[in-house]
């Protein structure tokens, strides 16, 4: 069935560094992928997205490019801040279907 | 302008008893769904209503877990006797109609239940 990997954290950095979490999915079809942020006692909130294949999601700095044929959709951001502390969920939707598959989060914990 | 309401925000249940979970959704979204989040893991699907119709429940892991949105409007999620792994958050989103959303859902805080 169709999943969601990404990389396991905690990811400890300083401030300014450059940042990439790793993502790819297995799927049997052509679904949009999207990178979810999860602050510190708050919900879930859509941080990007990408509709197909080599679309480049971007947001707050982040960007993340639908990779088809590595089957991947990476996050980078080039100079994090203790802001950007916070769990970070990759995951894919199709159009038709009800349902997000989530991977299982990266926790991102930046040091001043 | 408010989001996706859930409430109670935390929940301690004894093993064996009942719980009630609402969600208040964003007003005017026809779609919802629900999610539980274990400890350390990434949401998984349970339930999704198009305004009271329940038109997908493959998610959910038992015949304990119910839900329901009679009114097209809030939902609830019941859990009959509580067990020590439905110890979770429970995570609701709305969006519009499934062909409108763009695949966006908005997401509630959860509620985080915790069976001793």
């Known amino acids: 069935g169709d999943s969601v990997t990404q990389m396991e954290g905690p990811v400890t950095l300083s401030e300014e560094a450059f940042l990439t979490i790793n993502c790819t999915y297995t799927?049997?079809?052509?679904?949009?992928l999207f990178w979810y942020v999860q602050y510190p006692g708050e919900g879930l909130q859509l941080l990007l997205k990408?509709?197909?294949?080599?679309d480049k999601g971007s947001n707050k700095g982040f960007e993340a490019t639908y990779r088809k044929e590595t089957t991947s959709f990476h996050l980078e951001k080039g100079s994090v801040q203790v802001s950007d502390s916070a769990v970070y969920f990759c995951?894919?939707?199709?159009?038709?279907?009800?349902?997000?598959?989530f991977g299982s989060g990266t926790r991102l914990s930046i040091r001043p | 302008g408010a989001g996706v309401s859930q409430s109670p925000r935390y929940k301690v249940a004894k093993r064996g008893q009942d719980v009630a979970l609402r969600c208040d959704p964003i007003?005017?979204?026809?779609?919802l769904f629900w999610y539980q989040q274990a400890l350390g893991q990434g949401p998984e699907f349970l339930t999704y209503?198009?305004?009271?119709?329940?038109?997908?429940k493959s998610g959910l892991p038992s015949d304990r877990f119910f839900a329901e949105r009679p009114e097209g409007s809030v939902s609830t999620l019941k859990i009959q006797r509580t067990q020590q792994e439905d110890s979770a958050v429970y995570l609701c989103?709305?969006?519009?109609?499934?062909?409108?959303?763009?695949?966006?859902?908005?997401f509630g805080p959860g509620t985080r239940l915790t069976v001793l």
């Open positions: 007003s005017g979204h026809v779609s």
């Open positions: 990408a509709t197909k294949a080599d």
């Open positions: 995951a894919l939707k199709y159009s038709s279907a009800s349902k997000i598959i």
């Open positions: 209503f198009q305004n009271e119709a329940q038109l997908d």
């Open positions: 989103a709305s969006s519009l109609p499934l062909r409108l959303a763009k695949n966006e859902q908005f």
């Open positions: 799927a049997t079809g052509y679904p949009s």
